[in-house]
């Protein structure tokens, strides 16, 4: 029987690209429910194609999709709205997987939604586990969700683990014969930036990633290097090791997606054309393979690939993650939220693109650390980081 799908996040990169991999397979996935934010229009399209059961959308939005849905004569489609909704479609009976692919911290609640009633959930939404972190992963080996990482990196480090790696109970240390994970980062379109010229960059540059198209605030965090050290707390949190086993690698070309050391000296890399729709593909099916559009690598073509150590100076985010990630506690909620206020601010041309890393140091310095025990803890210090954050913007672009 077709596995019933809900896309959160249906109108964003990675929605799309999950759309593209279900129009290939009808025979295995329906799409039970998807939710946008904005962009009704093509929300309106993509309801007339699959029509969903569901969609969810902001309260303040229902009118104007209604209009729309009359126009186009759509029918049939229940609307709800705001994060009940999506917590709602998240955790439905009917739904067997869940595609996190909301930006930021606004997926937290349905991504945890989803894992607590135990689906199969494919985490695009980095946010949500770098603010939850151990919490929703106590979550997943309550409900025996699979929670499989859709980002390319975790996604290529889960294919070079061991079977049944995600299922071990919480460790430290690396498990199985695992020496360390090395995480790859093409370094974003500044890699060769001289520190005066970062402070110059704009929003419309640092949107230009030289190898992946992604949505705009993915693509300032590349350019910062914050996805990096995002994703170094993702993979700590999801594969239950401390941040020390996991060393940056930079390697401009996005061939190799990372890679995974072990004890005998053996390094296990999983490679491939640079296309979101292969890691959608291979938490979709796993541990299936499913056809995909990407055409395999011609090695002939991409013959050389290049690595460095990443230039923490010049790109402080990272430091700023790590660092996070060694307080433990609230700290990378902390970062996130404020990380997520900069980013806003410097899309919206209130501050610059180094003011980005300056903001998340300066936030991170004004509250206390403490452990991240209950969600509660964790939504109101997201709220307090936001806030100092937003201050301090209103201050540097007096
Ligand atoms: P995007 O900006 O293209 O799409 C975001 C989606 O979330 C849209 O559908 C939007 O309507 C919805 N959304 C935005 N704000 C919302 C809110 N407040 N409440 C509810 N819905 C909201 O982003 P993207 O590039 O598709 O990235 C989505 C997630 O996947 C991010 O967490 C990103 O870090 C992660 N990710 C993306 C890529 C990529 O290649 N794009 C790769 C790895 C991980
Ligand atoms: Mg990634």
């Known amino acids: 029987m077709a596995q019933s799908v809900c896309i959160l996040g249906v109108t964003g990169s990675i929605g799309q690209s ?5 129009d290939q397979h009808p025979d295995k996935y329906s799409i039970y429910a998807v ?13 007339k194609q699959y029509q969903p059961k569901v969609v969810v959308v902001p309260a303040t939005k229902v009118d104007e999709l209604n209009q729309i849905f009359k126009q186009k004569n759509i029918q049939n489609i229940e609307i709800l709205t705001d994060e009940a909704g999506l917590i709602a479609v998240s955790e439905h009976p009917n739904v067997d997987v869940v595609m996190a692919a909301i930006v ?9 939604a989803a894992v607590k009633a135990g689906k199969r959930v494919l985490l ?3 946010e949500a586990l770098v603010m939850s972190g151990d919490l929703m992963m106590q979550a997943a080996r309550d409900s025996k969700a699979l929670l499989l990482p859709v980002d390319s990196e975790h996604n290529a480090i889960f294919q070079c683990l061991p079977q049944n790696y995600l299922q071990i109970e919480t460790h430290q240390e690396p498990q199985l014969g695992v020496l360390k994970i090395l995480l790859t980062a093409s370094g974003g379109p500044f890699l060769k930036h001289s520190a005066e010229q970062l402070k110059h960059v704009t929003p419309t540059q640092a949107c230009k990633h030289p190898n992946w198209s992604m949505g705009r605030k993915i693509s300032v965090d590349s350019a910062t290097l914050m996805n990096k050290g995002l ?10 090791i401390k941040e020390h086993f996991v060393t940056v690698v930079v390697h401009p070309q996005s061939i190799i997606h990372s890679m995974v050391q072990y004890v005998d000296g053996s390094t296990l890399a999983q490679m491939g054309n640079p296309d979101m729709c292969t890691p959608i593909a291979h938490a979709l099916a796993w541990p ?13 073509v991409n013959h050389s690939l290049d690595f460095q150590a990443p230039d923490t100076d ?6 700023l993650a790590r660092q996070s990630m060694q307080s433990g506690g609230l700290a ?7 990380n997520e206020i900069a980013v806003d601010a410097f899309l919206n041309e209130k501050i610059g693109f180094m003011d980005i890393p300056q903001v998340v140091e300066f936030t991170l310095d004004h509250l206390e650390n403490s452990s991240a025990d209950s969600l509660d803890l964790i939504l109101e210090v997201d709220i307090q980081a936001r806030d100092i954050a937003s201050k301090r913007i209103m201050q540097l672009s007096k």
Not at 104 to 112: D, N, S, V
Not at 233 to 239: K, N
């Open 314 to 319: 010049r790109f402080p985010a990272l430091k």
């Open 35 to 47: 939710s946008a934010f904005s962009r009704l229009e093509a929300l309106s399209e993509i309801c």
């Open 332 to 338: 990378p909620a902390i970062l996130n939220a404020a």
């Open 124 to 126: 695009a939404n980095k």
């Open 288 to 300: 299936e393979r499913i056809h995909t559009h990407v055409s395999p690598l011609d090695l002939f």
């Open 231 to 240: 994703e170094l707390i993702e993979a700590c949190y999801l594969f239950s």
């Open 104 to 112: 930021g911290a606004a997926g937290l609640l349905p991504t945890l």
């Open 18 to 22: 999950t759309l593209k991999i279900l």
